[in-house]
């Protein structure tokens, strides 16, 4: 077995015995959270030590075209960023004919500089920001996501996907172990391909929507846990597209029914002592937690641009549709966007309720974490916790991507903490496609304003 076989990690080795690896898949997340990359032989993968990608690939938007994000001095000149294996994420692609390998990359510059619109290195940028100050962050993300038709006319509503027995997925059915039972074939896969791959899985619900489910996963490093979701994403598009349907992480795929949500979980641990610095006694906060949550309040409407990067992701935020539409924070309620989940002292924790599905892992996890770090430097005082439904509050946050981009571009202090180039790319890029969508002429308008205005 070749030395660098013998450095993976478990799960790998494992999904290898007996095996002849063919090819190994060198993957980087760009802003929307796709996998770009190279797919090289074996062979060839075990003599590099890197490997190079045009660094543009990260002024590209969602359909393709293209920000105006190159630096003003070279012009768009399409640089060669240089991508190295971090060895530790490697994992099977179990979906796949052959015997293949995926392994994540970062992105450096041609000086050995992180690149810094690179999304895992804006989210590597903010953890060593809470290590400079003791911290050690924990996060636990959940993923909420469709089961769907396959649809391939954009023109045609999405529907839910038809069921083992024969009906088409069933709305408002959460909780229900017999929804759930009606995806059995592709969860099956799911928990195959997780398995494969050394992924541990807390646990996959039936959430309110028709084919919506929810899978937990344990909590962990931030990075390592993006890591996780930016596998997870394509591993469970792989399993439903063997069962004649798709996967869809869209924020809001069907109208009258919920969206999906990437809830965070957050808690914070004293790097030398290990203690969970949010425990406080008798079930009260500590100052931390309470200054991690004046951050979210604060800071996060700046910061609503990367957790809800699209214009369909606005469509979420609805009154009484599972979505919190402000700020306010509670113990144990699920209508406002910052709630402190029941638990025991040690599991004390933050949930941010405000990321959408849609989001880039990567950086819906540090925008989260910027925002507490923001509100811990500052120590932002929060509100009072909010008693009762918070549907019945006003909305405080963007109700439209254009809105949210005008709060971010004038958020310095959370620019700082993500990185200031970033914050440019980010911008400029989420700008093209909002201007790209508005050229676009939806049904409703052609239905309500043709003849009538």
Same mark, same amino acid.
């Given at each position: 077995?070749?030395?660098?076989? @013998?450095?993976?990690?478990?799960?790998?080795?494992?999904?290898?015995?007996?095996?002849?690896?063919?090819?190994?898949?060198?993957?980087?997340?760009?802003? &929307?959270?796709?996998?770009?990359?190279?797919?090289? &032989?074996?062979? @060839?993968?075990?003599?590099?030590?890197?490997?190079?990608?045009?660094?543009?690939?990260?002024?590209? *938007?969602?359909?393709?075209?293209?920000?105006?994000?190159?630096?003003?001095?070279?012009?768009?000149?399409?640089?060669?960023?240089?991508? =190295?294996?971090?060895?530790?994420?490697?994992?099977?692609?179990?979906?796949?004919?052959?015997?293949?390998?995926?392994?994540?990359?970062?992105?450096?510059?041609?000086?050995?500089? &992180?690149?810094?619109?690179?999304?895992?290195?804006?989210?590597?940028?903010?953890?060593?920001?809470?290590?400079?100050?003791?911290?050690?962050?924990?996060?636990?993300?959940?993923?909420?996501?469709?089961?769907?038709?396959?649809?391939?006319?954009?023109?045609?509503?999405?529907?839910?996907?038809?069921?083992?027995?024969?009906?088409?997925?069933?709305?408002?059915?959460?909780?229900?172990?017999?929804?759930?039972?009606?995806?059995?074939?592709?969860?099956?896969?799911?928990?195959?391909?997780?398995?494969?791959?050394?992924?541990?899985?807390?646990?996959?619900?039936?959430?309110?929507?028709?084919?919506?489910?929810?899978?937990?996963?344990?909590?962990?490093?931030?990075?390592?846990?993006?890591?996780?979701?930016?596998?997870?994403?394509?591993?469970?598009?792989?399993?439903?597209?063997?069962?004649? +349907?798709?996967? *869809?992480?869209?924020?809001? &795929?069907?109208?009258?029914?919920?969206?999906?949500?990437?809830?965070?979980?957050?808690?914070?641990?004293?790097?030398?002592?290990?203690?969970?610095?949010?425990?406080?006694?008798?079930?009260?906060?500590?100052?931390? +937690?309470?200054?991690?949550?004046?951050?979210?309040?604060?800071?996060?409407?700046?910061?609503?641009?990367?957790?809800?990067?699209?214009?369909?992701?606005?469509?979420?935020?609805?009154?009484?549709?599972?979505?919190? !539409?402000?700020?306010?924070?509670?113990?144990?309620?699920?209508?406002?966007?910052? =709630?402190?989940?029941?638990?025991?002292?040690?599991?004390?924790?933050?949930?941010?309720?405000?990321?959408?599905?849609? +989001?880039?892992?990567?950086?819906?996890?540090?925008?989260?974490?910027? +925002?507490?770090?923001?509100?811990?430097?500052?120590?932002? !005082?929060?509100?009072?916790?909010?008693?009762?439904?918070?549907?019945?509050?006003?909305?405080? !946050?963007?109700?439209?991507?254009?809105?949210?981009?005008?709060?971010?571009?004038?958020?310095?202090?959370?620019?700082?903490?993500?990185?200031?180039?970033?914050?440019?790319?980010?911008?400029?890029?989420? =700008?093209?496609?909002?201007?790209?969508?508005?050229?676009?002429?939806?049904?409703?308008? =052609?239905?309500?304003?043709?003849?009538?205005?």
């Amino acid at each position: 077995m070749s030395d660098w076989i @013998k450095s993976l990690p478990d799960a790998a080795r494992d999904f290898l015995h007996n095996r002849r690896l063919d090819e190994v898949e060198c993957v980087v997340a760009d802003l &929307p959270g796709i996998a770009r990359g190279k797919a090289v &032989p074996a062979s @060839k993968f075990a003599r590099q030590t890197s490997f190079h990608l045009p660094d543009s690939i990260f002024y590209q *938007t969602i359909t393709g075209g293209w920000g105006e994000a190159a630096s003003e001095e070279e012009g768009f000149i399409e640089k060669d960023m240089i991508l =190295r294996p971090d060895m530790s994420t490697t994992s099977a692609a179990p979906w796949t004919g052959d015997c293949t390998l995926q392994v994540i990359h970062d992105a450096f510059d041609r000086y050995g500089d &992180p690149v810094p619109f690179a999304p895992r290195n804006v989210l590597k940028r903010v953890v060593e920001l809470y290590h400079a100050q003791g911290w050690e962050p924990v996060v636990a993300p959940e993923m909420e996501f469709f089961l769907v038709a396959r649809n391939i006319d954009p023109g045609q509503d999405i529907k839910p996907m038809m069921g083992r027995s024969g009906r088409p997925a069933a709305a408002r059915q959460a909780y229900s172990m017999t929804a759930v039972d009606e995806f059995g074939p592709v969860i099956d896969d799911i928990y195959d391909f997780a398995e494969a791959q050394g992924f541990e899985i807390d646990g996959i619900t039936q959430e309110g929507g028709a084919g919506q489910l929810e899978i937990n996963l344990r909590h962990g490093d931030p990075v390592k846990l993006a890591d996780e979701v930016f596998y997870f994403k394509r591993l469970i598009r792989e399993a439903a597209l063997r069962h004649d +349907c798709f996967a *869809t992480f869209m924020a809001k &795929p069907i109208a009258q029914e919920p969206g999906s949500a990437m809830h965070i979980h957050h808690s914070l641990l004293d790097t030398a002592t290990g203690k969970n610095l949010f425990a406080g006694p008798e079930d009260q906060e500590t100052a931390e +937690c309470k200054h991690f949550i004046g951050g979210l309040q604060h800071h996060m409407p700046a910061a609503i641009a990367v957790l809800a990067p699209y214009v369909n992701s606005y469509r979420r935020y609805v009154k009484d549709h599972a979505a919190p !539409i402000n700020l306010e924070w509670a113990r144990d309620n699920r209508t406002t966007g910052i =709630r402190i989940p029941l638990s025991d002292e040690i599991s004390r924790r933050v949930e941010n309720r405000m990321a959408g599905m849609d +989001c880039n892992p990567y950086l819906g996890i540090a925008a989260s974490l910027a +925002c507490g770090y923001l509100g811990l430097m500052e120590k932002r !005082i929060p509100s009072s916790p909010f008693e009762g439904d918070a549907y019945d509050g006003d909305a405080d !946050i963007p109700q439209v991507l254009g809105q949210a981009l005008e709060l971010f571009d004038a958020a310095t202090s959370l620019h700082d903490v993500l990185g200031p180039e970033f914050a440019r790319v980010y911008s400029i890029v989420k =700008r093209a496609e909002y201007e790209e969508f508005l050229q676009v002429i939806s049904p409703w308008e =052609r239905e309500h304003l043709l003849l009538n205005v």
